[in-house]
């Protein structure tokens, strides 16, 4: 176990994963992380280009890959795979060279998964939903056509419940938030539809229920429900509220109080719920906070 010093703060995992294993290529240092064989604060650290944060705790683990692999996986069937997304990877591939998704973890968690359990290997994973690349938890991945089409009906009626934690700045109050969101606001930032006239034919309705959960010191964990599922659609309701995420980048330009430090936006997918496409019966699976959330949250 390591702990990163203050002056290896910046790093990223694959880098201090050299410099703590002398004669290791670059190769070698990404492949151990994809591998998931090296650990950050107890939680598998997929994404060799993550930023390290001082005092943190890195563990390379020589046995470490095939089990971390197959934690990403909550619930498997020849219909639907619901994963554990960790922060920092993109849910799938946008521009041809990325590769370290969560669609590709996946593929290879079930794969093993599969082979073990004596099953012909079927990797194939259709995307339904997507989480921002430094958003965690839950995702689910249809595994036929059928199930892809079942879920994103669902999804269009509003009845598959994403409920996510958020930690943000301020006093924050149960409010719900229903905007049109448009691509550019106005100074170049995706926000909320308050001009004069029609709104552009790229606006799409968003609709938050924010409700809260503890009061901490200069900000407020709350639970985000979602009816519908726009881009950066939490932070922006809660940014233009007045109350931006903790650890927020982005959306943060007209908040004038004291920005409270995190490694990441704080929002985690905690919660997925929905009708199972062969049966329709509900499902629903919980995730609880990890550990770069939690050590804000205990700080706070």
Known sequence: MHT???EQAGLTV??????LSPGLSWSQARELCRG???????AAAFDPARRLAGGERVEIRSGGGRSAAIELVVHLDPDV????????????PFERQDRDTL?????VAIRRMESARGLPPNPTLRAVQRLDKET?????????????????????????????LAIAHGKVEDSTHDSLLVPDRGDGLRGSWNRRGSPPATARQAVTYVRVKQRLSGATLVTCELETGRQHQIRIHLAEAGHPLVGETVYIRDYRGPVLPAPRPMLHATV????HPRGDRPMQFEDPMPADFLQVLERL
């Open 81 to 92: 795979a619901v994963v554990r997304k960790p922060a920092g990877i993109l849910t799938v």
């Open 103 to 107: 669609l590709a973890l996946a593929r």
């Open 4 to 6: 990163v010093a203050s």
């Open 36 to 42: 998931g064989k090296v650990w950050v604060d107890g």
């Open 136 to 164: 965690s938890g839950l995702v689910v991945f249809a595994r036929t056509l059928h199930a892809q089409r079942h879920l994103q009906e669902q999804l269009a009626e509003h009845t598959v419940t994403r409920r996510y």
């Open 272 to 275: 997925l719920g929905f009708r």
């Open 14 to 19: 694959a880098a201090l994963v050299r410099e």
